[in-house]
């Protein structure tokens, strides 16, 4: 059984940094596509950044040169980078994990940057 927990999320000041990690289970950890989503309250969540098996990554506009994905294959974790964080970046974090056309999630962590 696929498991997702995440964790590191909290309330920081604009300029600051949190880290998120996401630790999983129940699955080959090395194979299939790791990512980060957001929701904002009232809106839809998306995608924030993504990581293959083999450590390509891909970034949405809004996070890019601030966040940083990166894999730990041996400690079977995701971690998410948030650097300069704004208060737009306020949500809640889910850890995603895609294998072929199915989706897991985590229950999220939420990420509150005040002004």
């Known amino acids: 059984q696929v498991q997702l927990v995440e964790s590191g999320g909290g309330l920081v000041q604009a300029g600051g940094s949190l880290r998120l990690s996401c630790a999983a289970s129940?699955?080959?950890?090395?194979?299939?596509?790791m990512g980060w989503y957001r929701q904002a309250p009232g809106k839809q969540r998306e995608l924030v950044a993504s990581?293959?098996?083999?450590?390509?990554?891909n970034y949405a506009d809004s996070v890019k040169g601030r966040f940083t994905i990166a894999r730990d294959n041996a400690k079977r974790t995701v971690h998410l980078q948030m650097n300069s964080l704004k208060p737009e970046d306020t949500a809640v974090f889910y850890c995603n994990y895609r294998a072929g056309a199915r989706d897991y999630w985590g229950k999220g962590t939420l990420v509150t940057v005040s002004s």
């Open positions: 990581i293959t098996g083999g450590g390509s990554t």
């Open positions: 129940g699955y080959i950890f090395g194979i299939g596509l």
